[in-house]
Protein backbone atom coordinates (compact mmCIF):
# COMPACT_ATOMS: atom_id res chain seq x y z
CA UNK A 1 0.00 0.00 0.00
CA UNK A 2 1.30 3.40 -0.79
CA UNK A 3 2.72 5.00 2.19
CA UNK A 4 3.44 9.30 3.12
CA UNK A 5 6.50 9.57 5.04
CA UNK A 6 7.36 12.53 7.12
CA UNK A 7 10.56 14.07 7.86
CA UNK A 8 11.91 17.21 9.40
CA UNK A 9 10.25 16.68 13.21
CA UNK A 10 12.97 17.18 16.20
CA UNK A 11 13.67 19.41 19.25
CA UNK A 12 13.60 22.97 19.16
CA UNK A 13 13.09 25.87 21.89
CA UNK A 14 10.08 27.91 22.22
CA UNK A 15 10.35 30.39 19.60
CA UNK A 16 12.09 28.10 17.10
CA UNK A 17 10.81 27.16 13.51
CA UNK A 18 10.92 23.87 11.97
CA UNK A 19 9.52 22.64 8.36
CA UNK A 20 8.01 19.50 8.31
CA UNK A 21 8.22 17.60 5.39
CA UNK A 22 5.57 14.71 3.66
CA UNK A 23 6.40 12.70 0.67
CA UNK A 24 4.71 10.55 -1.00
CA UNK A 25 6.08 8.08 -3.60
CA UNK A 26 4.79 5.58 -5.36
CA UNK A 27 1.34 6.51 -6.88
CA UNK A 28 0.17 9.98 -8.13
CA UNK A 29 -1.21 11.66 -4.68
CA UNK A 30 -1.65 14.89 -7.23
CA UNK A 31 -5.70 14.80 -7.27
CA UNK A 32 -5.47 14.11 -2.99
CA UNK A 33 -6.17 16.76 -0.53
CA UNK A 34 -3.33 16.72 1.90
CA UNK A 35 -3.66 17.40 5.54
CA UNK A 36 -1.30 17.54 8.48
CA UNK A 37 -2.53 16.66 12.05
CA UNK A 38 -1.00 15.75 15.30
CA UNK A 39 -1.93 13.92 18.30
CA UNK A 40 -0.01 15.08 22.37
CA UNK A 41 0.87 12.50 24.38
CA UNK A 42 -2.33 11.99 26.55
CA UNK A 43 -4.75 13.80 24.18
CA UNK A 44 -6.91 13.28 21.11
CA UNK A 45 -5.60 13.58 17.28
CA UNK A 46 -6.48 17.24 16.38
CA UNK A 47 -6.69 18.74 12.72
CA UNK A 48 -3.55 21.37 11.84
CA UNK A 49 -3.71 22.36 8.30
CA UNK A 50 -5.11 21.03 5.21
CA UNK A 51 -4.51 22.13 1.28
CA UNK A 52 -6.68 21.08 -1.65
CA UNK A 53 -5.39 19.38 -4.59
CA UNK A 54 -4.62 22.33 -6.29
CA UNK A 55 -3.30 24.24 -3.72
CA UNK A 56 -5.79 26.91 -4.11
CA UNK A 57 -7.27 26.09 -0.89
CA UNK A 58 -5.90 26.28 2.77
CA UNK A 59 -7.22 25.61 6.14
CA UNK A 60 -5.90 25.88 9.51
CA UNK A 61 -6.41 25.21 13.03
CA UNK A 62 -7.43 28.09 14.99
CA UNK A 63 -3.78 27.03 17.37
CA UNK A 64 -2.34 27.13 13.91
CA UNK A 65 -2.91 30.25 12.04
CA UNK A 66 -0.37 33.40 11.85
CA UNK A 67 2.15 30.72 12.68
CA UNK A 68 2.03 27.58 10.29
CA UNK A 69 2.21 27.54 6.41
CA UNK A 70 0.88 24.69 4.42
CA UNK A 71 2.07 24.20 1.11
CA UNK A 72 2.33 21.42 -1.69
CA UNK A 73 4.34 20.94 -4.94
CA UNK A 74 2.89 18.33 -7.39
CA UNK A 75 5.94 17.34 -9.65
CA UNK A 76 4.27 14.43 -12.25
CA UNK A 77 3.37 11.63 -10.00
CA UNK A 78 5.32 12.92 -6.82
CA UNK A 79 3.84 15.28 -4.23
CA UNK A 80 5.52 16.99 -1.18
CA UNK A 81 3.70 18.70 1.33
CA UNK A 82 5.32 21.03 3.44
CA UNK A 83 4.36 22.77 7.27
CA UNK A 84 6.23 25.49 7.81
CA UNK A 85 6.12 25.87 11.66
CA UNK A 86 7.27 29.61 13.13
CA UNK A 87 7.31 30.80 16.69
CA UNK A 88 7.11 27.16 18.07
CA UNK A 89 5.01 26.92 21.45
CA UNK A 90 5.58 23.93 24.29
CA UNK A 91 1.62 23.27 23.56
CA UNK A 92 2.87 22.26 20.18
CA UNK A 93 4.49 19.24 20.93
CA UNK A 94 3.32 16.21 19.41
CA UNK A 95 3.56 13.76 16.72
CA UNK A 96 2.77 15.21 13.42
CA UNK A 97 0.64 13.57 10.78
CA UNK A 98 0.48 13.73 7.08
CA UNK A 99 -2.59 12.71 5.48
CA UNK A 100 -4.05 12.34 2.21
CA UNK A 101 -7.71 11.83 1.00
CA UNK A 102 -10.34 12.25 -2.04
CA UNK A 103 -12.19 15.22 -0.44
CA UNK A 104 -12.03 18.71 -0.68
CA UNK A 105 -9.33 20.66 2.01
CA UNK A 106 -12.40 21.84 3.82
CA UNK A 107 -13.98 18.39 4.56
CA UNK A 108 -10.43 17.32 5.84
CA UNK A 109 -10.63 20.09 8.45
CA UNK A 110 -14.01 18.58 9.54
CA UNK A 111 -13.56 15.41 9.67
CA UNK A 112 -10.14 15.69 11.97
CA UNK A 113 -8.70 12.78 10.07
CA UNK A 114 -11.46 10.35 10.39
CA UNK A 115 -11.61 8.02 7.63
CA UNK A 116 -8.59 9.87 5.55
CA UNK A 117 -7.71 7.07 2.89
CA UNK A 118 -3.59 6.96 3.90
CA UNK A 119 -1.45 8.13 6.64
CA UNK A 120 2.20 8.88 7.21
CA UNK A 121 4.08 7.32 10.21
CA UNK A 122 4.47 10.28 11.64
CA UNK A 123 6.92 12.74 13.04
CA UNK A 124 8.06 13.79 16.40
CA UNK A 125 7.99 17.69 17.44
CA UNK A 126 8.97 18.22 20.61
CA UNK A 127 8.98 22.49 21.66
CA UNK A 128 11.37 22.85 24.82
CA UNK A 129 10.15 25.96 27.08
Known amino acids: QAQLVESGGGLVQAGASLRLSCAAPGRTFSPYAMGWFRQAPGKAREFVAS??????????ADSAKGRFTITRENAGKAVTVWLQMNNLRPEDTAIYYC????????????????????WGKGALVTVSS
Open 51 to 60: ISSSADDTFY
Open 99 to 118: AADLITAQSMAEMNGYGMDY
